[in-house]
């Protein structure tokens, strides 16, 4: 097995643009073929022999013909069109959003279409796939896990005393959480097959004996069907684009009716301190306070939180810079780049947040000493309880328990909705579209779309202030004759 000086198989280059995403070059009478793949291992030996057999692989099917230049036709079949599809889509997605399309792809597209040929694939049959992914759903299910109770019973009569740390310390040698999803398994309620096997491990019981499996089927809602549909139709349209086919069946189908969009719930300037009061007083992780008050006061986005660096934080010129976001890849957590270069932004930093960063900061020091070697130091801000990177599902758990707490909230607030209540604020103290969009890392056309209620009560306001000018006007001069329309 020959290498290249970078230690990978020779003809295999990285993309540093795409972390995971190899590219792969073979020469084979005379001509050159180029073919990208994404690895799965990570040590440096797995991941050597597995980029080999991947270029053994590709260099062999073109040997044998296998690889053509158009790659399918219509009479391909519909799994051949994904793996064609993904292929030619692999540097132009993000990687979550390309983990996203496959699970499309896999649980619901591929096991009803996998088997027939483009050509079959007609917009009748389309619409009825459509109605029953609304109607019964599809996938399979989804595989969720309870503690039973007698395995309940086993955790509390091991439970580490008090001054030992209690449950807190089992949480973090588990790296689950310490006040969310392992108190969620005590109480019984569903977790996912990688937590119950981590926490029967622990205890030294297999999963059959102390979890109990289900399976939750349920239909699919108008907007999941619709992003299948987008998912769908974006694959039928490469294929047209291409030449293999002439028309794409989904354009003529019917789908599913989403309705308005209703307005998403934010937080007002009256409601606002109300929250923040709340929020001081709940029992979480401080970690976790931090990030819903930087998406608040910043406008940030859930991964743009959870991926601040203290790096990105310049107290000397009161900057925030936003650069990188903590994002699913197929290999976990990870912090990505941003979407799209609107995104990276420089944010004034306030005295206020300077304050609260500067405390959390003495916090988390002190809080990394006292659990030495598990702290893992990533220069995250906004950390999970071992300084590793926060899941995404953590800040909605903590504002969920906030509306619990306050019932006069707006109901469904989660926590995208700070951003939504910080783009709010700034239209409705005047700030006009252009420097909204530049603050929130978004394009005008989307600013005014999602905020058209924040700019209508701006106008109302607005009308209401010319309205009292002319009635100070009129009152302070001669009173307006009104003549009738028939004199």
Known sequence: ???????????????????????????????????????????????????????????????RGQLKSGDISDKSTFSQAVEWFNGIRKLELRESTFMADTFVFEHYLTPRLGNYKLKEITAPMVTKLLAELLEKGGGGGRAVYSAKPEFIQIMYERKPSRTDGGFNLVARELGIGVDNTFVRVRRGDNCEKKIAEKIAKYYGVSLSSAFEKKIEVKPLSA?????????????????????????????NATKPRIGEKDIPPYLDNTQIPIFLNALNEIDIDNNVRVAIILMLMLGLRSGEARGLRWCDIDYNNGVVSIEKNCGDT????????????????????????????????????????????????????????????????????????????????????????????????????????????????????????????????????????VGASFAGIIQTSAPLRLSAINE
């Open 330 to 465: 197929l290999h976990g957590l990870a912090l990505t780049d941003l979407k799209t270069k609107r995104s990276r932004r420089k944010l004034p930093l306030s005295p206020l947040l300077r304050d609260i960063l500067i405390n959390h900061k003495a916090e988390q020091e002190k809080y990394s000493a006292s659990i030495g070697s598990l702290w893992q130091d990533n220069g995250i801000v906004c950390t999970n309880s071992t300084g590793g990177l926060m899941d995404k599902a953590t800040p909605n758990k903590a504002v969920k328990r906030i509306l619990k707490a306050r019932q006069e909230l707006p109901r469904g607030l989660h926590a995208h909705s700070m951003r939504h209540s910080f783009v709010s604020l700034l239209i409705s103290n005047g700030l006009d579209p252009v420097n909204v969009a530049a603050l929130a890392g978004d394009t005008i056309e989307i600013i005014s779309k999602h905020y058209a209620h924040s700019f209508a009560q701006r106008r109302a306001a607005a009308m209401d202030v």
């Open 1 to 63: 097995m020959k290498h290249s000086k970078s230690g990978l198989p020779l003809g295999v280059t990285e993309r540093k643009d795409r972390p995971g995403l190899y590219q792969m070059r073979v020469q084979v009478n005379g001509k050159k073929f180029c073919e990208y793949y994404r690895a799965t291992e990570t040590g440096k030996k797995r991941l050597q022999s597995e980029l080999q057999k991947a270029i053994d692989s590709f260099k062999e099917r073109i040997e």
């Open 223 to 251: 907007l999941t069907v619709s992003k299948i549909t987008y998912t769908l139709s974006a694959l039928f349209t490469a294929c047209v684009k291409n030449g293999v086919l002439q028309q794409n069946p989904v354009e």
